[in-house]
């Protein structure tokens, strides 16, 4: 396996873009990329993407994208794995490299959501949960999150207040970010008060529906070099899954898919959950972000909520997570959010985020989910 | 986007498991899952035999949709209930003839069966379990 850089980044900011199609958006973050690489010219092409096909019947994604940035040629495939589509990209595209296959490859992450009223997007999104089983009773995700909220709270004693300790802070890193849907503050009382979607989940918990998109150019060593003075390295790819059902899961409470990415990246990295300095965790619900807290043994479990509500986990403690405002209030376009999360971290370790900045971190985390819980990839990075 | 198109052969298909809420026992550790696997998820065993979930469980958890994706809007709010039987199994379904401040973890539940959905004026009526609460 030979070493892999990310030496360009770009994204767009997250937001209802009304007058940008999925290609234009692509496009925008893919350039920027390539351009951030110094015009690097990739070989293959890997694109995370989750909705294409059940909100604009557009499949063959990778062809179209490539043709449309002026990559005609080369090889190109979507990678799948609903919310979790963007980072399971990056892995592919890393493993393309790292095999030898190609010096030099684009990923990128675009999702186009907001042409449709709710209940539209609500009924594709929920094609990550089981179809035969959950989503033919009308179950929504967050009712789905809102099942584990429930037993989280009861199981651990976790209040209400101590859980709305997560947005009120992910929308004060997400103002200061520009990239960032949700550019404003909230209260511990605005949480509490916010409409209910599916009780015990309120809108305040709940990650916003966004059109973005981001890219990543990755090369290999030799390569890396003549395309960055500041290439950052990832050093451990790991990938997990669990049941899409909820009914079957060995223990709710216990995200199996994100231990089993962790245990592999930290093991491939030669680092364990105390070298981590930051991280941007998955919390397309506030739920989802203090069990992905847990299973990246981040938070000893049941304690994240406590621990969270407590300042742990904030700018200037180890790890600092979600600086960019996380899934919560950065946004969260299913299928790029996991590229986001890594062009977030390679920004943070060349000293280049427009947000809240980290302190000079040297080993980074990024995870993403699909469904409930169910596809996780884990991706740590190195400056 | 609309619900879940109907094929007679997908309805005919599940109709074991939909209906009469047919699990998978792995004979080699006991372990009862649904919906049913081939292969046991926990110990790997193919050996699997088909069983028959009891009618009453236990209320685990529970989520009130306010919230519902296209379709089923005038079955708002949906009480999506998680429930658990004495053999470790579960089935997520929706529960009904219940108001929200009545359920608690551990409530006793029975299965009926009942109507899920309607594929517009003249189409299909979907029916399946819902769970409801029974007196104790």
Redesign the interface.
Known sequence: MRKVFVVGVGMTRIGRHFDKDLKSLFAEAALRAIDDARGASPQALVVGNMLSS??YQQDNLGALLADYIGLRGVGALKVEAACGSGGFAVAMGYTLVAAGLYDVVLVGGVEKMSDYP???V???L?QAA???????????F???N???M??YM?SYGASREEMAAWPVRMHEYAYQNPYAQLRFRITLDDVLKA???????TLLDSAPIGDGAAALVLASEDVARKLSDAPVEIAGVGLGSD?V????R?D?LDPLSVRKAAEQAYRRAGVEPKDIEIAEVHDAFTITGLLSLEGLGLAPRGEAAKLVAEGAFAKGDRPEVNLSGGLKARGHPVGATGVYQVAEIALQMRGEFPGVKASSPEVGLAQTTGGVLASTSVIILRR | MKTMRISPARIWRERGTRYRLEASRCRKCGRVYYPPKTVCPACGSRDMERIRLPERGRLLTWAVEYTVPEGFRRYAPIILGLVEFDNGARVLAPIADARPEELRRGMVVEAVLRRVYEDGNEGVIVYGVKFVPVEE
Do not use: H, Q
């Not at chain 1, 059902?245 to 079957?248: E, I, L, N, Q």
């Open positions: 059940s909100l709710t209940p539209t609500s009924a594709a929920a089981d179809a035969e089983y959950e989503v033919v009773y009308g179950a929504s967050p009712a789905l809102a099942l584990a429930r037993l009861e409409p209910v979607v599916a009780d015990p989940i049941s059902d909820v009914s079957t060995f709710i």
